[in-house]
């Protein structure tokens, strides 16, 4: 008895043996690990990838600007004292003699083919008069300035010229952190039509110190001094960003870029071309985040809320019945989250829009009215030094 058992239990297993025998050739054949024993998925796949990058490439290389910013300057030439063939001395007067002295370098990229618009960073052209654009077909064309916004760091050339491309327009709201991105420009002003891979490492950055209205893209992708103003693009070549600035110790890349997302730069380059410069709406308060004590205090979940710490006098929010200590809950109906919340929508607004306030007062929830100003000339705007 002891006997048939066994031969049945070597029969069962030499068959079992068979059966997973057929079935690892099958996966070696037909199966995953065929194609990576020869490789051919792999190089299909690196390949596919490297056509993506170079596509994106492609698209936006026609659209990507040199800038070169120059200021008029005012020189002496010769004169002074000397002694002449006999050995008299004098005195000759010397020249004054004026000319074009580069002031900065920096990139851009045609942003309305049709009317020659340009976009760049305010401070690639801050304090020049005059400015000079190479296209990427080598052509050189002066420009003249449109307007700026220090607010922003955003500015907008514009050129005279035949047969310009434009830059596609992606979404910067859709783009999330993990994608793969491309930064184009013209790296210290001399390596012309450069591009750098690398992905968004982070959304929403603030409060930064770079500028007043910061919602900066992060990326890891390369970008050195004259990159300044050139285009962040997806890998469909769509211009998400414009490459402002970076986090460094060394004055080079260290791994941390900032791009300006194109969403918020398209309403200011509308502005800008339509009047010059940016009006924006105010409300004439100081706000800041409402603390965590302060929030379970008022019954306010974490992270919700801002604290009016000051009032301008005669501004909207004294006009409207605001206080100092006031707790802003929410504007025309949207939670209000944090204090650049507020900032950023209201300098969003027309002067002279109504919104609509929700506030709580001590132990009281109260609702205001409240006439949108106009914000002061260069509010905010940090002074150079």
């Known amino acids: 008895m002891s006997t048939v058992k066994t031969n049945w239990s070597i029969h069962l297993t030499l068959i079992l043996g068979m059966l997973l025998g057929v079935g690892l050739k099958w996966g070696l054949d037909y199966g995953v690990p065929k194609a990576a024993a020869d490789g051919s998925e792999g190089k299909r796949a690196a390949n596919e990838q490297a056509e993506t990058f170079r596509n994106a490439s492609r698209v936006i290389a026609p659209a990507v600007v040199a800038i070169t910013s120059l200021q008029r300057v005012r020189f002496q ?24 002295q580069p002031r900065g370098v920096g ?51 514009k050129i005279e010229g035949d047969k310009l491309i ?28 450069t591009v750098t891979a690398g ?18 893209l992060q ?17 469909n070549g769509e211009v998400i960003g ?28 509308m502005k800008l071309i339509k009047g010059g410069s940016v009006q924006r709406g105010w ?39 605001l206080l100092p200590g006031d707790v802003l809950l929410s504007i025309d ?5 944090s204090s650049g919340d507020i900032r950023d929508v209201v300098a969003e607004m027309d002067p002279g829009a109504k919104i609509d306030l929700e506030i709580r007062r001590k132990e009281e929830k109260k609702s205001l009215t409240l006439t949108v100003g106009t914000q002061p000339k260069d509010w905010g705007v940090k002074k150079a030094e």
């Open 166 to 193: 434009g830059a596609p327009l992606g979404d910067s709201d859709s783009a999330a952190v993990g994608d793969w991105v491309l930064a184009a420009g013209n790296p210290f002003g001399l390596l012309e039509q």
């Open 77 to 100: 030439e010769g004169g002074g004292f000397g002694v002449d063939d006999l050995g008299m001395p004098f005195y000759r007067k010397p020249k004054i003699k004026e000319g074009l």
């Open 333 to 337: 109906g949207k939670p209000v989250k």
């Open 283 to 321: 409300m004439g308060v100081e706000v800041q985040d409402l603390a965590p004590a302060d929030a379970r205090r008022h019954g306010l979940a974490e992270g919700t809320g801002a604290s009016v710490e000051g009032v301008y006098l005669r501004g909207p929010a004294a006009q409207a019945g």
């Open 219 to 235: 990326t890891d992708a390369a970008i050195n001094q004259g990159n300044s103003g050139g285009p962040l693009v997806n890998l």
């Open 107 to 157: 990139s851009g990229f045609v942003y309305d083919a049709e009317n020659g618009y340009i976009i760049t960073n305010n401070h690639v052209v801050a304090g020049a008069e005059f400015f000079e654009v190479r296209l990427a077909d080598k052509r050189q064309i002066e420009a003249r300035l449109v307007g700026a916004d220090p607010q922003t760091d955003i500015a907008v050339l």
């Open 199 to 216: 992905i968004i490492s982070a959304k929403g950055r603030r409060g930064l110190g770079l500028s007043n209205y910061e919602d900066y």
């Open 242 to 269: 414009i490459n402002t600035a970076i986090f460094s110790r060394s004055g080079g890349y260290q791994g941390i870029g900032f791009a300006i997302p194109i969403n918020q730069a398209k309403r200011i380059v």
